[in-house]
């Protein structure tokens, strides 16, 4: 990356499809600042093909004149990874170059590399700024929406990169651990068995007694986690920790080792290779 080039006479180009300017940095300390930067990334990151880079540079003022950015001001490269792995899924390829010296200027910089996993989505949704639903991209210096055929021409191409997919199963998930009498925990395993990263993945649980009456509980487990191709997570629960009363009294549903006092099972949603939700369940019986 040539800057001294690209910023000759000490004034930016003009924005268009691969380089956004900013005068000073997104405001990090709140979810308006990080969703702006998560869609600018996004956008710029669908937009480039095989063997272009992006760029987010920091310390160009509206005029393009190089202002520079202090020091002080900018954030670590570690702050900007995660928010894009909170913010999006695939998380796209980005370096972020602190205190680049251009015209005798402190910049800082933001390459966005293709990746052959694109598109890439947001993961939340912030109202009037991001929006799951939404696949973003460039049309010179504007960030816009795909439409829906556009959408569908880079699904095309990633399937012709990486493959036909081997069926719908995305996601596998199973109890590979049972409590005995309700004593112990509860293990689920979460896989991908797939060969390119599976993200967005969240993972709830719901217990439901069977005894005195019925009552269901929810609790949520895991949230916008990304699965490496092969890659799994296992998590547990402890049916035990649960309180269950019958009227005033607490219903020791543990000890009731005669009948199968719970009802589980645990929900898990993630986005697949197309983009659409998809999800997938398992369920069984503990006391």
Same mark, same amino acid.
């Given at each position: 990356?040539?800057?001294?080039?690209?910023?000759?006479?000490?004034?930016?180009?003009?924005?268009?499809?691969?380089?956004?300017?900013?005068?000073?940095?997104?405001?990090?300390?709140?979810?308006?600042?990080?969703?702006?930067?998560?869609?600018?990334?996004?956008?710029?990151?669908?937009?480039?093909?095989?063997?272009?880079?992006?760029?987010?540079?920091?310390?160009?003022?509206?005029?393009?004149?190089?202002?520079?950015?202090?020091?002080?001001?900018?954030?670590?490269?570690?702050?900007?990874?995660?928010?894009?792995?909170?913010?999006?899924?695939?998380?796209?390829?980005?370096?972020?170059?602190?205190?680049?010296?251009?015209?005798?200027?402190?910049?800082?910089?933001?390459?966005?590399?293709?990746?052959?996993?694109?598109?890439?989505? @947001?993961?939340?949704? +912030?109202?009037?700024?991001?929006?799951? %639903?939404?696949?973003? &991209?460039? /049309?010179?210096?504007?960030?816009? *929406?795909?439409?829906?055929?556009?959408?569908?021409?880079?699904?095309?191409?990633?399937?012709?990169?990486?493959?036909?997919?081997?069926?719908?199963?995305?996601?596998?998930?199973?109890?590979?651990?049972?409590?005995?009498?309700?004593?112990?925990?509860?293990?689920?395993?979460?896989?991908?068995?797939?060969?390119?990263?599976?993200?967005?993945?969240?993972?709830?649980?719901?217990?439901?007694?069977?005894?005195?009456?019925?009552?269901?509980?929810?609790?949520? @487990?895991?949230?916008? +986690?990304?699965?490496?191709?092969?890659? %799994?997570?296992?998590? &547990?629960? /402890?049916?035990?920790?649960?309180? *269950?009363?019958?009227?005033?009294?607490?219903?020791?549903?543990?000890?009731?080792?005669?009948?199968?006092?719970?009802?589980?099972?645990?929900?898990?949603?993630?986005?697949?290779?197309?983009?659409?939700?998809?999800?997938?369940?398992?369920?069984?019986?503990?006391?």
């Amino acid at each position: 990356m040539d800057l001294e080039s690209l910023f000759s006479g000490g004034s930016a180009p003009a924005e268009g499809r691969l380089l956004e300017c900013k005068r000073e940095w997104y405001d990090f300390g709140n979810a308006v600042g990080k969703a702006n930067f998560a869609k600018d990334v996004l956008a710029i990151a669908n937009s480039l093909s095989e063997g272009e880079t992006g760029l987010i540079v920091v310390g160009v003022d509206d005029s393009r004149a190089l202002v520079g950015v202090d020091e002080s001001e900018s954030p670590k490269p570690e702050q900007v990874s995660q928010i894009l792995s909170n913010y999006t899924n695939p998380c796209p390829s980005v370096e972020t170059k602190l205190g680049v010296v251009a015209c005798d200027r402190r910049l800082d910089v933001v390459e966005i590399a293709w990746s052959c996993y694109h598109p890439h989505y @947001s993961v939340r949704d +912030l109202a009037g700024v991001l929006s799951k %639903s939404h696949v973003y &991209s460039r /049309r010179g210096p504007m960030n816009v *929406v795909l439409t829906p055929s556009e959408f569908e021409s880079l699904i095309r191409a990633k399937g012709a990169r990486l493959g036909a997919s081997t069926g719908d199963e995305f996601i596998r998930v199973g109890f590979v651990e049972m409590p005995h009498d309700g004593r112990g925990e509860l293990s689920v395993r979460i896989e991908n068995p797939t060969d390119e990263p599976v993200g967005s993945i969240s993972a709830t649980i719901d217990v439901a007694t069977v005894h005195p009456k019925r009552q269901t509980f929810r609790a949520r @487990s895991l949230q916008n +986690l990304e699965l490496g191709p092969g890659e %799994s997570r296992e998590f &547990s629960f /402890r049916p035990a920790s649960l309180l *269950v009363f019958d009227g005033m009294d607490r219903f020791e549903w543990e000890s009731k080792v005669w009948s199968n006092w719970l009802n589980v099972s645990v929900h898990v949603h993630y986005r697949g290779r197309s983009g659409v939700l998809g999800r997938a369940s398992c369920e069984t019986r503990v006391g």
